[in-house]
């Protein structure tokens, strides 16, 4: 939609360059259905018993008294309200509608309008071929480039629509995909540098992931499956998680090597301690994200898919790759060898580490306690959640389609439409006065109707077009702009306006007269603001057909909000499911179902303080933070099976809870601590995206981290403080 608002829109000088647009975008624009705009506007008169239809500037006003007599007609007819005209004659718009799909195949009716042609053509089996996002972005780039041509400050333009904010939600993430990629090989270089101090232990994992994103891209163009919003988060997602398997191999690698070890020695002590849990980690984060692949909508089911392939193969690669270029790479040699307090001297965090895990098993209790409080609290705040999906919001408040699409939506009442697409009771089923008479009921319904932010500013159907048909053969008289009382005449007069040579009812009804569709116009809000909207809606028209017509709603909220329902369904399921999955891994780890459950805690307790932190800030469940549940539950286990599996082996060796968590915490809690903050990092990296659900995700999914880390070094070890004590181990 492109909106005009110059100083006078009936004016001779406009009116040309108005023509000249209209003209270039028919040139010009690719995937093109219909240009309508006051230039082509339909024009219906009754002259000598004769119908004729045409466009109203068809003959070009040459005098002020043509171009008065334009004005008056545009200003008076109905058909123009809000549609090419507002209410304040001081915008008008150029609609650009383009074809669904391209290629032949069937075209459900919902998607293309009434067009028997596009509906099935000679090849009615073949599937359809939609628009891709691609084409899409082919349509706005020209519809813009030509926009720009012509706008200045005498002939403002103003674009807005579905398609150009998918374009814009699609670039702004393209541009971000790019930038996080390289801030995240940064950080990466940056604390693997900061840990090992060699250049190799900063090259030998950047390969791995690097390959393992490599390889899970190509899988992706391979199976023919596009980057869509969430699955373009697989980028810097797998770059920060591939990167923690490595961490636990070279930390363990390092610390053998610099004890004295060999370097074949060290390399199987390294994969000897750490080898199950890195496996386990892997299967446990692939696990959660695996659950995504149920989900109802394609893109996050593809991220289900295609990020757990990704995990596994930077697993494998951890596991075959990594040790074999750790035994050919050249490795700056050992000034002397060194045991295992003088490591911790020259690296005073584990000291820091080692105290953290005394005060949880010195205090349990109070531990304990405080978790439990701040549980209560995250409860109040995920009391108040709200679900929501608006993709509009998604972009910075002063973006241009942004802030277009909020004047259009005022000036014109409404930006969008919902669709209602009416199947009555076989052939000619809309010729029945009765059933005309319902569409414009629920029409008068509609344009009364209010919700808050919600409005249909205008209704349209066949009723419309009726209306003037009506009007015109009755020496264009207004009190005849009214709906037929016989079938019969309603019949004639709708094949009149056919044989007229106009093919705007191709829209409105489909050739058989079976199936009519209803357009409401309203304005783009929150999808999920829609349901009630649509309830009400759906209630009247039950009232006024019954069950004598299918009815279908369709349009961009029906399809927001109805996708935002199976996403949430798609998801509590997948939570299930991933912690089923990860709690029975857990419990393989740990060897005890008491002790396995247990250990869940920890991983739950950040995941509730993340709901309670978004319901405290007023953040909606939407598409992209309902991903956070899963995904975080996969990635903060893996710091709790690093835990929970030295701290086993070292329990069944001391018989003492303190001892056990005091030597884990010296032996992995350094690569825990690392493995955290690079992770973290990765997510904290999407704040700095202009677009509010990357930054959402990214704070969120890294505050998750933080926190399951915290859990960890505290609640964990205050936990089998509590279970076991000080005595001898169990059997």
Not at 97 to 103: A, H, K, Q
Not at 118 to 129: L, R
Not at 533 to 562: C, K, N, S, W, Y
Request: net charge negative; hydrophobic share 50%; no cysteine.
């Amino acid at each position: 939609v492109l909106a005009l608002s110059p100083p006078r829109i009936f004016d001779f000088a406009f009116l040309e360059r108005l023509r000249s647009l209209h003209e270039r975008l028919e040139e010009e624009v690719p995937h093109l259905d219909e240009v309508t705009s006051l230039v082509n506007a339909r024009a219906t008169r009754g002259t000598e018993g004769e119908l004729l239809v045409e466009d109203r500037m068809e003959k070009w006003p040459e005098s002020p008294e043509a171009l008065a007599r334009i004005e008056a007609y545009a200003r008076s007819n109905p058909s123009y309200q809000n549609l090419l005209l507002s209410e304040d004659g001081r915008y008008t718009t150029v609609v650009v509608r383009t074809v669904s799909s391209t290629g032949l195949g069937e075209v459900d009716p919902l998607e293309a309008g009434f067009d028997d042609e596009e509906m099935g053509g000679e090849d009615a089996s073949a599937p359809a071929i939609y628009l891709s996002d691609e084409e899409n972005s082919e349509v706005v780039e020209a519809v813009a480039a030509i926009a720009a041509e012509f706008r200045s400050d005498d002939f403002p333009i103003l674009m807005a629509g579905s398609p150009v904010v998918t374009d814009s939600l699609q670039r702004s993430l393209k541009s971000s995909m790019v930038r996080f990629i390289r801030l995240t090989l940064l950080a990466v270089t940056i604390f693997l540098f900061a840990l090992f101090r060699r250049v190799s232990a900063v090259a030998l994992p950047i390969v791995v992931v690097v390959l393992s994103l490599a390889a899970t891209i190509g899988l992706m163009a391979a199976t023919g499956t596009p980057l869509k919003l969430p699955t373009m988060i697989l980028p810097s997602f797998l770059l920060a998680v591939g990167v923690g398997d490595s961490v636990h191999v070279l930390a363990l690698f390092f610390r053998r090597l610099q004890a004295g070890s060999t370097r074949e020695d060290s390399i199987v002590y390294a994969f000897e301690h750490s080898g199950l849990p890195i496996m386990l980690t892997s299967l446990t984060t692939a696990g959660g994200l695996l659950s995504f692949s149920t989900a109802a909508l394609a893109p996050i089911a593809d991220l289900g898919t295609f990020a757990p392939a990704g995990v596994m193969i930077a697993f494998v690669l951890s596991l075959t790759l990594l040790p074999a270029m750790l035994a050919l790479v050249p490795l700056r040699p050992v000034e002397a060898p060194v045991d295992a307090e003088e490591d911790a001297r020259r690296h005073p965090l584990d000291g820091i580490l080692a105290a953290v895990g005394d005060f949880a098993t010195s205090r349990p209790w109070l531990v304990v306690a405080l978790s439990g409080a701040l549980l209560l609290v995250a409860m109040g705040g995920a009391s108040r959640l709200q679900t929501g999906h608006n993709p509009l919001e998604w972009l910075p408040a002063d973006s241009d389609v942004r802030m277009a699409t909020t004047e259009i939506d005022r000036a014109m009442r409404g930006s969008i439409t919902l669709e209602v697409v009416l199947r009555g009771q076989g052939e000619n089923a809309w010729y029945s006065p009765d059933a005309l008479r319902s569409i414009e009921a629920i029409s008068n319904f509609a344009e009364g109707y209010t919700d808050g932010e919600i409005f249909i500013g205008r209704a349209f159907s066949l009723v419309d077009v009726l209306k003037e048909i009506h009007r015109a053969l009755n020496e264009n008289r207004s009190e005849y702009y009214a709906l037929p009382k016989n079938r019969a005449l309603i019949a004639q007069e709708f094949l009149l306006f056919e044989n007229s040579g106009s093919d705007d009812l191709e829209d409105l009804v489909d050739s058989q007269f079976s199936q009519a569709r209803l357009t409401l116009k309203a304005p783009w809000v929150d999808a999920v603001a829609y349901s009630g909207t649509l309830a009400t809606l759906q209630e009247q028209i039950d009232q006024e057909f019954g069950e004598d017509v299918d009815v279908t709603m369709t349009g961009l909220m029906p399809i927001l909000f109805r996708s935002m329902t199976l996403v949430l369904e798609s998801l509590l399921r997948s939570y299930l499911i991933a912690f089923v999955v990860i709690s029975l891994l857990m419990i393989l780890l740990i060897g005890g179902v008491r002790l396995g459950l247990v250990a869940m805690v920890p991983n739950l307790l950040p995941i509730a303080l993340v709901l309670g932190v978004m319901g405290f800030f007023g953040l909606p469940l939407d598409n992209f933070t309902l991903l956070i549940g899963s995904i975080a539950l996969g990635l903060s286990v893996d710091d709790t099976i690093h835990f929970m599996h030295n701290y086993r082996r070292y329990y069944e060796q001391t018989g003492s809870s303190s001892q056990a968590t005091h030597l884990t915490l010296q032996t992995t809690g350094r690569a825990m601590l690392v493995t955290t903050i690079v992770l973290s990092t990765g997510f904290f990296i999407f704040m700095l995206s202009e677009m509010s659900n990357l930054f959402n995700f990214g704070a969120l999914t890294g505050l998750a981290i933080v926190l399951a880390l915290l859990a960890d070094f505290l609640l964990a070890p205050a936990l089998m403080q509590l279970i076991h004590g000080e005595g001898e181990p169990e059997a």
